[in-house]
Every structure is written in structure tokens, then in C-alpha cells.
């Protein structure tokens, strides 16, 4: 399949020889047929999670996002049964920090046990000898940011990266205080915290990170579990158009260069109209309006 355009342009990690076009792709939603527990068990249809991820890599995505706690194991078995043995540009980003209940629920785990089984479970699940990026996800609070020292959790990723076992650390749910905290401990390669159209609250860390040439990796860029939904967003579809999620998605792109896009679907109908965002452009009168969606949302 031929590549759609050039999947918004490229970005090179810092301190590493990672680059990986900005438009990726998020595993999360492969994951899951229990509508009671979300992010649960496997997927609807593991054919077609197969083929996403395989028709994902052959328009020229090279960075999935993913996490051995989504299913739990699930999207990483899939992900190495799709594509192992990986292409040499492939850059998979997972994250470790949490665990989950019986009951589907999210526990922090934070201990040093937690997270080098965490690190050795992504590893054998993936089918890897080292991890390219492992997010520490900080679980102070699950729905949003929450300060408190992240020093302990870390200093254990950044023994396992002198280990071997991971090349590069990153840092997800996280405030600016806890990304300073962490640059002092290891380099940060990117950071992923929620951030689209209607949740701006990021918008200063974007450009701070811009400036030291860090990746700002938005979660929830289409609203998550709870789709954005703006009648100004619908309206500029409609002008430019386009699906509201493509809009949306191309905002993010052009918000910032250092903005990586991971938007996650387990249908290939979806996943081309996702692709499809990397070549629209917004006009400047459409931003402006678009750029009031958050102050709507307030």
C-alpha cells in the first residue's frame, strides 16, 4: 500500500537515532469485547487487529504506542504476532506504572518489583531483547496530572536502561515540576499527557518542550472515551471538507512540530481516515476558530 503522503513530516528523538514520522499509531483500542471493563480481554476481532496493524505500517507509520497493561498482554501479543520479526525503522513506545485488578481495574505499581516485571513482561510479550521507549506512567491520579516526587519509580527505569533492557525513557500523566524532576535523573525523550482541541491545559509544557526538542505525544487527541464533540468542530469539518476526527487530529499537527499524534482504532476504515489527517491543511480563519474550542469547552 502506498504511504499517505509523508505522514505529517518527522521527528528524531533526543540523544537518539529514533525518527519516527509524526503521524502514529495508538494500540490501545485493540484491546478490549467486555464493555463492562475497558481496555479488557481481546479484541472483537483479532483478524482484523491484525490487519490494522499490518496496513498501519504499510502506509508508513513506524510509532505504535502501546502497553503490556492494555488486556493485559493482549495488544503487545498481537502487535508481535502481526509484525515480528519488526522492520529496523519500527520505533514501539510502551509504557509501565500500573497494573491491572481482576476486576479490570487500574492499580499503581510503582514498586521496583512492579516495574522490572512490568519492563520484562513488555519485553517477552513484544518478542524484544530491549525496549526503544518505555513511558513511566504516573498513576497519583488516573485522570489527570498530580504533583508528588517521581524519583523513586524512575531511578528504577534508569537502572534497567544501564541493564540493557530499555534504550530511551519517557514520561506520560506528568506535570512540569515532575518533567524537571525527571531530567535530572535520566534524559526524557518525550512526554505523553492528554492534550486535543478542548484540553488545553498543556499548551505552555508543548512549547517548553519544543524548545529543548522534546517529543509532546498527546493521549485522548479525539477525545478518548468521551469522542470531542463542538459545533464549531463539525462546521470547519464541513468547510475543509473532512471527518470532525481528521480536523482534529491535523490541528494537533500543526500546533507544534515536536507534536507526535498515536490516534488508536481497531478498524482499518478508521485507521485510513486517520492517515488521511496528515495531509490536510487547515486554513489560518479556521484555526482561529478552532482555537476557541477550548474556551467553549471551559
Request: aromatic letters at 6%; charged letters at 20%; glycine letters at 8%.
Amino acid at each position: 500500500m502506498a504511504q499517505v503522503s509523508s505522514l505529517a513530516g518527522s521527528f528524531t528523538l533526543p540523544g537518539s537515532l529514533l525518527r519516527v514520522n509524526r503521524m502514529g499509531y495508538g494500540a490501545m483500542q485493540l484491546a478490549g469485547k467486555d464493555g463492562k471493563r475497558l481496555v479488557w480481554g481481546p479484541p472483537r476481532d483479532v483478524d482484523e487487529a491484525i490487519a490494522v496493524l499490518r496496513e498501519a505500517v504499510a502506509s508508513g507509520v513506524n510509532h505504535i504506542d502501546t502497553s503490556d497493561f492494555y488486556g493485559p498482554h493482549t495488544t503487545n501479543q498481537i502487535i508481535r504476532k502481526a509484525l515480528a520479526p519488526y522492520a529496523g525503522d519500527l520505533t514501539i513506545v510502551t509504557k509501565v506504572g500500573a497494573r491491572r485488578g481482576k476486576d479490570g481495574s487500574w492499580i499503581p505499581g510503582f514498586s521496583r518489583e512492579d516495574l522490572t516485571k512490568a519492563v520484562h513482561e513488555n519485553l517477552g510479550n513484544l518478542g524484544l531483547d530491549v525496549l526503544d521507549v518505555v513511558n513511566l506512567r504516573i498513576m497519583f491520579s488516573v485522570q489527570q496530572p498530580e504533583e508528588g516526587s517521581i524519583e523513586a519509580p524512575l531511578a528504577v527505569l534508569a537502572e534497567l536502561q544501564q541493564k540493557g533492557l530499555i534504550r530511551h525513557i519517557g514520561l506520560s500523566n506528568v506535570t512540569a515540576a515532575q518533567i524537571a524532576e525527571g531530567r535530572r535523573i535520566a534524559e526524557i525523550v518525550c512526554v505523553q499527557n492528554q492534550y486535543n482541541l478542548a484540553h488545553r491545559a498543556d499548551d505552555a509544557l508543548v512549547a517548553e518542550l519544543a524548545r529543548d526538542g522534546i517529543a509532546y505525544v498527546p493521549f485522548f487527541p479525539l477525545g478518548g472515551f468521551s469522542p470531542l464533540q463542538s459545533e464549531t468542530l463539525t462546521a470547519a469539518a464541513a468547510r475543509l471538507e473532512a471527518t470532525p476526527m481528521q480536523v482534529a487530529l491535523a490541528w494537533l499537527l500543526e500546533r507544534s512540530p515536536n507534536i507526535l499524534v498515536i490516534p488508536g482504532t481497531s478498524s482499518r476504515v478508521h485507521l485510513r481516515e486517520n492517515l488521511k489527517a496528515a495531509t490536510l491543511t487547515i486554513p489560518p480563519e479556521v484555526r482561529a476558530e478552532l482555537d476557541g474550542i477550548a474556551g467553549e469547552a471551559a
